[in-house]
């Protein structure tokens, strides 16, 4: 996995700037410690800080004390669901980007997930690639638009995580 993730780290050298990503906080929410464990050094492998929150109350702790730029955070946990814990930030006007992950997917828990507020949404298991790749193309999304405190479709669909940005006309 490591020669993987270091390539993809490449790739998205190619096509994202990286210097608008190193750096990026991202908090990590998962009761499965070495789910917590994956996703940190993945994540560190490619340039990021990672924060972590073992469930939804923590989580939402984490949030207030670090400011983290992303959330990966896990559906199915005690105290709080990952759902429950999306509601109450976007009931607080957190634009947060969310990535939900869930090992029990389903069509209902998938909308669910999106009437909630995620960003994106993933199965478990999930190609490190793929979590990477929506990593990089979250943290490049404009923010809000002024005044309305809401992203547009165009904003939210603007290009799949592994597409050059617009206006890249490498090829």
């Known amino acids: 996995m490591t020669r993987?993730?270091?390539a993809l780290t490449w790739v998205l050298a190619q096509h994202y700037d990286r210097s608008m990503l190193t750096g990026s906080l991202i908090l990590v929410v998962d009761d499965q410690a070495d789910m917590?464990?994956?996703?940190?050094?993945?994540?560190?492998?490619?340039?990021?800080?990672?924060?972590?929150?073992v469930d939804g109350p923590s989580a939402l702790a984490a949030v207030a004390e670090h400011d983290p730029d992303l959330m990966i955070l896990d559906h199915m946990m005690p105290k709080l669901k990952g759902i429950d814990v999306l509601r109450q930030l976007r009931d607080?006007?957190?634009?947060l980007p969310v990535i939900l992950l869930t090992a029990y997917g389903s069509d209902a828990?998938?909308?669910?997930?999106?009437?909630?507020?995620?960003?994106?949404?993933?199965d478990k298991?999930?190609?490190?690639?793929?979590l990477l790749g929506w990593v990089a193309s979250l943290l490049?999304?404009?923010?809000p638009r002024p005044g309305t405190g809401t992203l547009s479709t165009h904003d939210l669909m603007s290009h799949h995580p592994l597409d050059p940005p617009s206006g890249d006309d490498s090829e």
């Open 4 to 6: 993987s993730v270091k």
């Open 36 to 53: 917590r464990a994956l996703l940190r050094d993945m994540l560190q492998m490619s340039d990021y800080r990672v924060v972590e929150a």
């Open 92 to 95: 607080r006007q957190s634009h």
């Open 109 to 122: 828990v998938t909308w669910e997930g999106w009437a909630a507020g995620a960003s994106v949404f993933m």
């Open 125 to 130: 298991p999930f190609e490190a690639a793929e």
């Open 140 to 143: 490049q999304k404009p923010a």
